[in-house]
């Protein structure tokens, strides 16, 4: 027998392990802000791109294989330009995403699904570790999110109440969407054949806001494509496609269904947390009993703007044009729906209970479990501040060597903007600038008492040698790391500084 939740005690204790969740979620994500991680590699690349490029450079194919939407790249810029560059300031614009993203959930949760449901799927975005940190980093992924929520926000109002007025506010915020995010023409689209499909029961104002929709979508990415994405894609897309090559479809059936099976056992459904190889069974489980609990009671237009974006996210990894669920970052598009479902599977399984007494023991199990888990994962946050130790080791190396060089010049041997984006990242901060070459010059230091010069690999320490010998100037290893900051497969860079003297 289920037992509903509704009495005043009932509804009270949603709505404290509601005010928990979200302070909570706040919270984490303020304290990963105010630890300013080092940067790491992917964020180095993307921010290389940023610090040196106007805005209308920014509509330029990105290097080192990026790929990024211009008003995520405008935001960053804009953000450099009032308040400079740091480990903080590169953040900024994720962490309003990724907070908005969460205010914001509750408010579109709370019309799909039932108070406890929606409270519980609000706190899977509170606790989930990947949406924490894709909000307190260098990369789009927190704007993806926020995309999301806010269309499915407006369309769920206009689904519920078909006011028009809701439709005139998602076709307004739709242009912006689509200028922050990418994977949002996914949901968009859903929204898109949602309306489609329920065209034949509206009156002739609705159609017409319908068929205005319509074109503001299709406008948008146009635009969008035009301005920006065509050419980054033309410039990264077949390294990407190389990249993400799990993400695409096998052609052979059995190699399919195992495909399949892993992608949606794995990073896609890992909230609160998981992982590949199954990981993430638990919350499918959820996802699954959410389904089965919530279908029939969806209107069909809401199953189609929740559930479309999969489909055509598919379809996209078919045509080789955009991966499936390999990530979970991206798939930050998906996550709206399957956090929603995974919140009424959850709320299946409380419902289920007896006695109201019985109701209320199992809410504060599952909130304390879930809580439970964003604690230990806050806890790493603050014991390990840092993505990996490499990425930490080599901000401190190159913050200790423009401290102590002060004025002196610094070479690096390597080619300009070639070499490692973490070292390039952080050397970027020199104020007397580095020097990049394969063979620098001797008169480079001439007359200089003081110099120094940074190897990033082993075989690069005889091109210091060199430089020493030529310039009769006493090298020194000042520093010397082994770290790995790439692939496992690539090996550690060895990188190594060293203070030449007269």
Not at 36 to 48: H, K, Q
Not at 117 to 131: G, I, K
Not at 322 to 345: C, V
Not at 466 to 483: E, P
Request: aromatic share 12%.
């Amino acid at each position: 027998m289920e037992v509903a939740a509704n009495s005043v005690a009932s509804e009270r204790l949603i709505r404290r392990w509601l005010i928990v969740f979200l302070l909570f979620g706040l919270i984490w994500r303020l304290v990963r802000f105010a630890l300013a991680f080092p940067i790491w590699g992917d964020e180095a690349m993307l921010g290389l791109n940023v610090v040196d490029r106007s805005y209308a450079e920014l509509l330029q194919p990105l290097r080192y294989g990026q790929v990024a939407p211009v008003g995520f790249l405008w935001a960053v810029r804009f953000t450099f330009d009032q308040f400079g560059i740091s480990d903080y300031t590169t953040r900024i614009p994720a962490l309003i995403a990724g907070l908005g993203a969460l205010l914001l959930f509750w408010h579109w949760a709370k019309l799909v699904v039932s108070r406890p449901a929606a409270m519980l799927a609000t706190a899977l975005v509170a606790v989930s570790v990947y949406p924490v940190r894709h909000g307190v980093e260098l990369k789009p992924y927190a704007m993806d999110l926020l995309a999301v929520v806010t269309l499915l926000f407006f369309a769920t109002r206009y689904f519920c109440s078909q006011r028009p007025v809701w439709m005139a506010a998602l076709i307004t915020v739709t242009p912006v969407c689509s200028f922050i995010s990418y994977p949002q023409i996914f949901v968009a689209g859903g929204i898109a054949l949602a309306l489609v499909l329920n065209i034949g029961r509206a009156d002739w104002l609705r159609r017409i806001f319908s068929l205005a929709y319509l074109l503001v979508v299709t406008g948008s990415f146009l635009a969008v494509l035009s301005l920006s994405a065509r050419g980054q894609y033309a410039a990264a897309g077949g390294g990407m496609v190389e990249y993400w090559h799990n993400g695409f479809p096998p052609g052979n059936s059995l190699k399919f269904v195992l495909w399949f099976v892993r992608i949606h056992t794995g990073n896609m459904f890992a909230y609160p947390i998981g992982g590949k190889n199954g990981a993430s069974m638990v919350t499918v489980l959820l996802f699954g009993r959410g389904l089965w609990q919530m279908w029939k009671k969806w209107a069909t237009p809401v199953r189609v703007m929740l559930f479309a974006p999969f489909l055509l996210t598919f379809l996209a990894a078919v045509g080789r044009l955009y991966p499936y669920g390999e990530s979970a970052r991206i798939s930050q598009h998906l996550a709206p729906a399957i956090m929603l479902t995974a919140g009424a599977g959850m709320a299946a399984f409380i419902d289920a209970a007896g006695t109201r007494e019985a109701w209320r023991a199992r809410l504060n199990v599952i909130g304390i479990l879930l809580l439970g888990i964003a604690v230990i994962c806050l806890l790493g946050n603050v014991l390990w501040p840092y993505k990996t130790k490499a990425d930490q080791e080599m901000r401190s190396a190159i913050r200790r060597l423009l401290d102590t060089a002060g004025s002196d010049p610094i070479i690096l041997t390597q080619l300009p903007n070639e070499g490692p984006p973490t070292l390039l990242w952080y050397l970027r901060g020199a104020p007397q600038g580095v020097t990049c070459r394969l063979d620098p010059s001797p008169e480079s230091l001439h007359g200089r008492t003081s110099a120094w010069v940074v190897t990033c690999a082993a075989s690069q320490v005889s091109i210091a040698s060199r430089l020493a010998g030529a310039t009769q100037m006493n090298a020194t290893v000042w520093s010397s790391h082994d770290l790995q900051v790439g692939p496992k497969e690539d090996g550690p860079l060895h990188l190594e500084i060293f203070h030449f003297t007269r």
